[in-house]
Structures are given as structure tokens and as C-alpha cells.
């Protein structure tokens, strides 16, 4: 059962921009820490931003300043703007859902099958 599902991906040249999302249940939004991460070829998958159900976020120091994580608590989604982009932010971006610390050794993390993101002239 897919408990994520990512839009959004696509083609954009290096400057433009383009707004990630990532729909899950209403119990996992509520509760769950929501992020993305990304994949680049040949590399390890990374952290990209995080917000909690109280809407505290985190960003990856490439991102900071370029990309803004939110929410909308009405319709169970995460976004990830993403503006300013450059080549290198060219990957597969997954959403991912975090249980809270208290449960993180019985509540196992919830993923995304990936959108793409191409970033080329």
C-alpha cells in the first residue's frame, strides 16, 4: 500500500523553479515528522528539509534560502518550493514520513516512490 505519493517532478532550467508535493493519510500528518530527501546518481540519499505537525523546520545548508518546506494541514500535504535551481539539485526526490523520537524503535519510516527532478539548459 503506497501511504506517499510525490508530484511535482520534472524538467526546469537551471534558475527556475518548481513546487514539489506529497500527499499522505491524515493520521501520518498529524503526527509523523514530514521530508524530503533526494537522490542524486552515484550518491547516498540526503536530507533536504523537515517540518514537524507543530510546522518547525529544518533545511540542508544547499538548499537553506532556495527551497521552503510547508504544510497544509486541511489537506494532508507537504510542499517543497523549490526556487533558484542549479544543476546539482538534479535527483530523485522522496518524501519521507519520521516517526517521533518516543516511537522511533516501533514505528518504522513511510516513503515515497520518488519524483524526478531534472535541472539542465
Known amino acids: 500500500q503506497v501511504q506517499l505519493v510525490e508530484s511535482g517532478g520534472g524538467l526546469v532550467q537551471p534558475g527556475g523553479s518548481l513546487r514539489l508535493s506529497c500527499a499522505a493519510s491524515?493520521?501520518?500528518?498529524?503526527?509523523?515528522?514530514m521530508g524530503w530527501y533526494r537522490q542524486a546518481p552515484g550518491k547516498q540519499r540526503e536530507l533536504v528539509a523537515t517540518?514537524?505537525?507543530?510546522?518547525?523546520?529544518n533545511y540542508a545548508d544547499s538548499v537553506k534560502g532556495r527551497f521552503t518546506i510547508s504544510r497544509d494541514n486541511a489537506k494532508n500535504t507537504v510542499y517543497l518550493q523549490m526556487n533558484s535551481l542549479k544543476p546539482e539539485d538534479t535527483a530523485v526526490y522522496y518524501c519521507?514520513?519520521?516517526?517521533?523520537?518516543?516511537?522511533?524503535?516501533?514505528?518504522?519510516?513511510?516513503w515515497g516512490q520518488g519524483t524526478q527532478v531534472t535541472v539542465s539548459s
Open positions: 519521507n514520513a519520521h516517526p517521533p523520537p518516543a516511537f522511533a524503535g516501533m514505528w518504522s519510516d513511510l
Open positions: 517540518i514537524t505537525s507543530g510546522s518547525s523546520t
Open positions: 491524515r493520521s501520518i500528518f498529524s503526527i509523523y515528522i
